[in-house]
């Protein structure tokens, strides 16, 4: 286990800029999950922990230890890939025992680490075959042992699995969870999916365009995202984003005006005449037969526990999807109406940052 501290760091290939100066701070046994849209820069970030690339400034220190420019190998950390990158030749036990094969370790040294780091995830039975007779899952699982068989003090992940049907991907989710509450490992663990984010991160980090956009645990970047990007980028079904103008500001917020003329209280603090970008979580409308959100129901997801109507689009503002309880029952076509407590209204200013919220 150990700490991951980096500062100013950066990578240009040639005059592209791929990652701009960036700090991260990220404490030992921690589990961190960096999502973005792809190209932003994610693997960038881990193959330069990791000293698969070299950065353009700044540095990297493991454990306090400055590492930024020391080989891979002495990094004292693993990397899980998408691709498993088992070698077929090999079984699996020699799969997992090859980092510790080239590392010169003592033969029964060996056997115990495979032993055990086999037993932790379930590969016991599996330990003669060879990769092509495993399924997904299990040929993921062994990927993972031989990264952790020789105890890395930090273990990268990038997408790890993204490769595996949806179910299987609920299972080691599930995996790296207990994975991680038992190994106590500092992880990087980078995806798309921002239901892993939610789920398996201490804290998330969010990019885009190279740079990091916000750092926080997934509630509070739930909650209060930065910027628009982080809103986005965070929640499932995502918040309802629509195009509003703020038409009058007092002490208790804003009266937001929206494209079809109705109106919205915000307990944000902004100026009249800024052009905004409206957020509501969906979990937050509420029936409201006068309320501002309202349209035909186009689309009813029902979900067992809960259920989402998608609002018809109006113009410039696009479908509205609300939350509704499970036993809910509602026709296509129907109009359901919406509203919201000023306090759960999300306002992004032109500058795509969330408008400063006034205390309740
Ligand atoms: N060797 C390289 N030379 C030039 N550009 C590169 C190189 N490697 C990556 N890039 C560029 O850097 C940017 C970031 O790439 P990176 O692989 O870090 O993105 P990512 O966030 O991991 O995306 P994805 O989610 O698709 O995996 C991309 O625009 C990519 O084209
Ligand atoms: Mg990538």
Redesign the pocket.
Known sequence: MASVAIAGLSKR?GT?T?LAPTDLSIEDGEFVVIV?P???????LLRLIAGLEEPSTGSIAIGGRDVTHAAPADRGLAMVFQSYALYPHLTVAENIAFPLKVAKRPGADIAARVAAVAESLDLTTLLARRPGALSGGQRQRVSIARAIVREPQVLLLD?PLSNLDAELRVRMRHEFARLHARLATTMIY?T?DQLEAMTLANRIVVMSEGRIEQVGAPLDLYAAPATLHVARAIGSPGMNLMPAMIEEADADGVTVRLPDGHAVRASVAGAAGTTVMLGVRPEHLVPDAAGPFAGPVELFERLGPLSFAHLGARGAIGTVVAQLPGDRRVTLGETLAFGIAPDRVHLFGPDGRALPRLPA
């Open positions: 290939f592209t791929v973005g792809s190209g932003c820069g994610k693997s960038t997408e980078v798309h």
